[in-house]
């Protein structure tokens, strides 16, 4: 994996910064982007100005914002199947006495 990064990062491919955030996540969020650029070049021994910091912290923060949504989500979707389950739609219209009478709203003074 580290030989198919460091070719595609050095032919600066689209979505290579995507792929590295995805790949190296946990390292990213504990050391930071400035760091985590250090010790990716030495990695994949590159130099250092090959890895665009812009670039990285863009990626990286795509990542996080998936991350959340997708926990969002996970976290949701037990709760939403249940209820949708013991929900019975009922339709004012079919019933005949769900329907006011205009008398009903009409007020005597």
Known sequence: MKEFLKQKL????????????HHYAIQINEMGCSLFRDWLSQELSVDKSTINLSSLYSASRREQ???KRKSKTDGFQ???ENRQKSVIPVSTFSDPGAMPSPVDNITEM
Do not use: V
């Open 78 to 80: 037990p709760e939403l």
């Open 10 to 21: 050095l032919e600066n491919r689209s979505g290579i910064y995507s792929l590295i955030a």
């Open 65 to 67: 914002k998936k991350g």
